[in-house]
């Protein structure tokens, strides 16, 4: 495993909750960190933009007292997501409350840059870019990135088309810091199969959707429940960027997710557009067949440790 630089040697067990458009929230971000996994949500979530404010408050000092009441168990550090593309012009603002609060790590998607960068590691925290393909990855440690979110196929959201193992593969070839990866993880088990792999820490997104603490329609969370790997399409319809999302959210927005038509990726909008089309279309990852009910997010976190420990027990 990699040498972990900052807040990253300090998370208890190898989880990164991945950043989920509209649904992360203080009270998700929270529920993930005390389970001892790194709870995340995007800037963006925060509307209007001088929320983020409170919600960084909210956030650290619930943390910090719960560290302080649990010092032999200590909470996980929290992250937050920034969307580093021109359609985002919250991105000066949103990075000086993450200065303010000193975020323990900053996850950039959708473009590196060296500014950003900087500002995390002004204050010490550390910068996790999610890239799907090998070119990206290598643009972004160029540009100061401090570790990689490997996105293989599978994913929720905005998701790669490469295998696990190919990504994982070429990025180990000649990058030895922090690599997280995600693609349809969703159980201990898979988690294990992904440090085997040579990743740090497991991503997941998806799985935590259908926890009581997401802000997420209970319709929703059932749907997740209720589907399977069957269940999702990938496209770049709704946003300008492919992910996968699934079929009868799409199906009850009217559309066909057999026949969907190709997006302008120049017209990429991660701004109100956006936030109202992911209302009605839910992405969601391929993973979510080990998704059997809805329940508490340290409750989801307790059974992948003990699935994680179980499975490390029979090799």
């Given at each position: 495993?990699?040498?972990?630089?900052?807040?990253?040697?300090?998370?208890?067990?190898?989880?990164?909750?991945?950043?989920?458009?509209?649904?992360?929230?203080?009270?998700?971000?929270?529920?993930?960190?005390?389970?001892?996994?790194?709870?995340?949500?995007?800037?963006?979530?925060?509307?209007?933009?001088?929320q983020l404010d409170d919600w960084l408050a909210e956030i650290t000092e619930t943390l910090a007292d719960y560290d302080a009441k649990h010092s032999d168990a200590p909470s996980a550090p929290f992250a937050i997501n920034q969307i580093v593309h021109k359609s985002n012009d919250r991105l000066e603002h949103d990075m000086a409350l993450c200065e303010k609060y000193k975020v323990p790590i900053i996850i950039t998607s959708l473009g590196a840059r060296e500014d950003v960068n900087q500002s995390a590691h002004s204050y010490g925290g550390v910068v996790m870019h999610d890239i799907i393909n090998n070119k990206f990855a290598h643009k972004a440690i160029e540009k100061g990135a401090d570790g990689l979110i490997a996105v293989a196929a599978g994913a929720g959201g905005h998701a790669g088309e490469k295998s696990p193992f190919a990504l994982i593969q070429e990025i180990r070839q000649w990058f030895d810091g922090p690599v997280a990866l995600s693609g349809s993880i969703a159980s201990g088990q898979a988690i294990l199969a992904a440090r085997a792999m040579g990743a740090d820490f497991?991503?997941?997104?998806?799985?935590f959707i259908a926890t009581h603490e997401a802000r997420a329609a209970e319709e929703y969370k059932q749907m997740i429940v209720d589907s399977n790997s069957d269940d999702i399409v990938y496209s770049n319809l709704f946003t300008g960027v492919h992910g996968n999302y699934l079929k009868p959210s799409i199906r009850n927005a009217g559309l066909d997710p057999e026949n969907l038509p190709e997006s302008d990726p120049s017209k990429m909008n991660f701004g109100g557009d956006a936030k109202k089309a992911w209302k009605d279309i839910w992405g969601c990852g391929q993973g979510i067949g080990a998704v059997d009910k809805i329940q508490g997010a340290g409750e989801l976190v307790a059974r992948f440790k003990a699935e994680y420990a179980a499975a490390k027990a029979a090799l």
């Open positions: 495993m990699s040498k972990l630089p900052g807040a990253l040697a300090r998370i208890p067990f190898p989880v990164i909750g991945s950043p989920l458009f509209i649904i992360s929230n203080p009270k998700l971000v929270i529920a993930q960190c005390q389970a001892g996994v790194v709870g995340s949500m995007p800037a963006l979530n925060a509307r209007p933009k001088e497991a991503y997941i997104g998806s799985a």
